[in-house]
């Protein structure tokens, strides 16, 4: 994929950073790191520049985040409800718990989607959330943009700094994203142990 990606940025430049951080943020398989690292690189032997690689991938980026935003416009708490009423005995979900999610996100929305966007995996999936509680579409875009112009920023600048020694860097990151995973699949699966638990009592 690696290949690929970099394939793509040399032949297309500034678009094609674009598509690809743009489809990064909604198959978070893609790895950012290696995308936005190499087109920090790419600055030191192309006509790229720093601000360029920023703008555009910070588009990109928000491009990708509306796409996820709209999804979750389909996925709202009413049609979630309608989907708890039928299948949450299995998790023990009910509709009172879909509406204290809604709830939090309405009271913590905001700073979720700003932390989010430097978090691996969240700064994508963080979206979703976001338009099922029909976050303000304005303060949406303001806070993806936000975030995710600071964590494209600290990789382009990362890459343009380190030069050809760009991809010890996204191994560096990447390893970084893994554990972040990790640590995320182990407070989730912790939070449902804690939520049947309490549920029991």
């Not at 951080?21 to 600055?43: D, M, Q, R, W």
């Amino acid at each position: 994929m690696e290949n690929w990606i970099i394939e793509v940025m040399n032949s297309y430049g500034y678009i094609g950073i674009l598509l690809l951080i743009a489809l990064e943020n909604i198959f978070p398989p893609i790895p950012s790191e290696v995308i936005l690292t190499f087109s920090g690189f790419l600055t030191t032997t192309s006509d790229a520049t720093v601000i360029g690689v920023i703008i555009f991938s910070t588009i990109g980026s928000v491009v990708g985040a509306i796409v996820l935003y709209g999804i979750g416009l389909l996925l709202d708490v009413h049609r979630l409800e309608k989907i708890v009423d039928r299948w949450g005995h299995i998790l023990r979900l009910t509709r009172k718990d879909i509406r204290k999610a809604d709830a939090w996100f309405h009271k913590f929305g905001v700073w979720a989607v700003l932390v989010g966007r430097l978090v691996p995996l969240v700064r994508s999936l963080i979206s979703i959330p976001a338009g099922m509680a029909h976050m303000n579409f304005g303060v949406f875009l303001l806070f993806t943009t936000i975030g995710s112009l600071i964590w494209n920023s600290i990789l382009v600048n990362v890459g343009a700094a380190v030069g050809s020694s760009w991809s010890t860097i996204a191994g560096y990151m990447d390893t970084y994203s893994n554990v972040v995973v990790i640590i995320l699949a182990v407070l989730f699966v912790l939070f449902v142990m804690w939520f049947i638990r309490s549920r029991k009592k």
